[in-house]
């Protein structure tokens, strides 16, 4: 008997949230590819207690690979050097996909050899029915692709849902693992600059069981991802969004912006006072009790994420001038 062919290892980072994470391998099970095709390589990335694992079908090879605690793109990338399948599949822990996922992911490597492949993602019908669902999936969904097939973003990547032939993701380096937000556009990032394709599959569809499904939770993620995000800025900032984002977020350039910029970056600051997020909080559970579908509620929606963001970017401009004042210091040191 010759060894076993796997086709597709699909690659599931997690910590610390096993029910969901139950939910996921469930919705791996009977897939329309033949399970002796296909691995599942779970990584459990510092979760107390650590991760048990059941397996989930007969013929489906479940494997583990524990780190501990080094975020994401680190458990990535351990999860893509422990498999052994021709193309990788990455999705996140909270990820529901149909039975023919796995295939259209494979599909789409076969039609496309050596790209990245990105998936479409959908929130829950039920977080659809709310306002603020309604309003996150639309907000989520400008800048995808209106058509399957090759796209010209050179930063289009989702790494919740994505595949490439391992051979070419090993070549890459994998995920940057000193990025732990937008660490998937830089990756697609770099697979451009090194002539590789970008592809949509809308039929490798996946359904975010996200429990940020109000105001309040999506904003403070929205604050986190923004800190966060400042060290992808300094890697690329020279990138058309990088710069926007600085000139919105950034702090008060007087003789450097026009005046019309600073006024508004004052507004914004104001708003992102608490007493401020406070109201503008209960404005709009007032409105989406009253006015779900109102013009004012996505307003005022939009007001609180702009407040938001503005105080995670200027939080990690200060975190990341901290490190280098730190780091210029030891340089300073190790000079004398």
Same mark, same amino acid.
């Given at each position: 008997?010759?060894?076993?062919?796997?086709?597709?290892?699909?690659?599931?980072?997690?910590?610390?949230?096993?029910?969901?994470?139950?939910?996921?391998?469930?919705?791996?099970?009977?897939?329309?590819?033949?399970?002796?095709?296909?691995?599942?390589?779970?990584?459990?990335?510092?979760?107390?207690?650590?991760?048990?694992?059941?397996?989930?079908?007969?013929?489906?090879?479940?494997?583990?690979?524990?780190?501990?605690?080094?975020?994401?793109?680190?458990?990535?990338?351990?999860?893509?050097?422990?498999?052994?399948?021709?193309?990788?599949?990455?999705?996140?822990?909270?990820?529901?996909?149909?039975?023919?996922?796995?295939?259209?992911?494979?599909?789409?490597?076969?039609?496309?050899?050596?790209?990245?492949?990105?998936?479409?993602?959908?929130?829950?019908?039920?977080?659809?029915?709310?306002?603020?669902?309604?309003?996150?999936?639309?907000?989520?969904?400008?800048?995808?692709?209106?058509?399957?097939?090759?796209?010209?973003?050179?930063?289009?990547?989702?790494?919740?849902?994505?595949?490439?032939?391992?051979?070419?993701?090993?070549? *890459? /380096?994998?995920?940057?693992?000193? @990025?732990?937000? !937008?660490?998937?556009?830089?990756?697609?990032? %770099?697979?451009?600059? &090194? #002539?590789?394709?970008?592809?949509?599959?809308?039929?490798?569809?996946?359904?975010?069981?996200?429990?940020?499904?109000?105001?309040?939770?999506?904003?403070?993620?929205?604050?986190?991802?923004?800190?966060?995000?400042?060290?992808?800025?300094?890697?690329?900032?020279?990138?058309?969004?990088?710069?926007?984002?600085?000139?919105?977020?950034?702090?008060?350039?007087?003789?450097?912006?026009?005046?019309?910029?600073?006024?508004?970056?004052?507004?914004?600051?104001?708003?992102?006072?608490?007493?401020?997020?406070?109201?503008?909080?209960?404005?709009?559970?007032?409105?989406?009790?009253?006015?779900?579908?109102?013009?004012? *509620? /996505?307003?005022?929606?939009?007001? @609180?994420?702009? !407040?938001?963001?503005?105080?995670?970017?200027? %939080?990690?401009?200060? &975190? #990341?001038?901290?490190?280098?004042?730190?780091?210029?210091?030891?340089?300073?040191?190790?000079?004398?």
């Amino acid at each position: 008997m010759g060894e076993r062919r796997v086709l597709v290892s699909v690659v599931i980072p997690s910590r610390g949230r096993l029910e969901v994470l139950a939910e996921t391998l469930a919705a791996l099970r009977g897939q329309s590819l033949p399970p002796s095709d296909f691995e599942i390589v779970v990584v459990d990335d510092g979760s107390v207690p650590p991760l048990s694992l059941s397996r989930i079908g007969d013929g489906v090879g479940l494997s583990l690979v524990r780190l501990d605690g080094r975020e994401r793109s680190a458990a990535r990338n351990a999860g893509a050097r422990a498999a052994v399948g021709e193309v990788l599949v990455f999705i996140d822990d909270d990820i529901s996909v149909g039975r023919e996922f796995v295939h259209a992911h494979l599909l789409g490597q076969r039609e496309w050899p050596r790209a990245l492949a990105v998936g479409s993602i959908s929130l829950p019908d039920e977080a659809l029915g709310r306002a603020f669902g309604r309003f996150r999936q639309e907000l989520e969904r400008q800048g995808i692709p209106r058509q399957r097939g090759l796209t010209d973003t050179r930063n289009f990547c989702t790494a919740a849902n994505m595949s490439m032939g391992r051979e070419r993701f090993l070549e *890459l /380096g994998g995920f940057d693992e000193e @990025l732990v937000s !937008a660490e998937d556009q830089d990756f697609a990032l %770099r697979h451009r600059e &090194r #002539g590789g394709d970008i592809v949509f599959l809308p039929e490798a569809a996946g359904i975010h069981r996200d429990v940020a499904l109000d105001i309040r939770s999506y904003c403070r993620r929205t604050e986190w991802g923004s800190e966060r995000l400042v060290a992808f800025c300094r890697r690329h900032p020279t990138r058309p969004e990088n710069v926007e984002r600085d000139r919105v977020n950034g702090p008060i350039r007087l003789g450097h912006e026009s005046i019309e910029r600073t006024v508004r970056k004052l507004g914004k600051a104001v708003i992102a006072l608490r007493p401020a997020l406070a109201v503008l909080f209960a404005v709009a559970a007032v409105l989406e009790r009253s006015a779900p579908g109102s013009w004012l *509620l /996505g307003r005022v929606y939009r007001l @609180l994420l702009g !407040a938001h963001i503005l105080r995670g970017y200027r %939080r990690g401009l200060a &975190r #990341g001038e901290r490190v280098i004042g730190v780091e210029g210091s030891r340089t300073a040191a190790g000079r004398g």
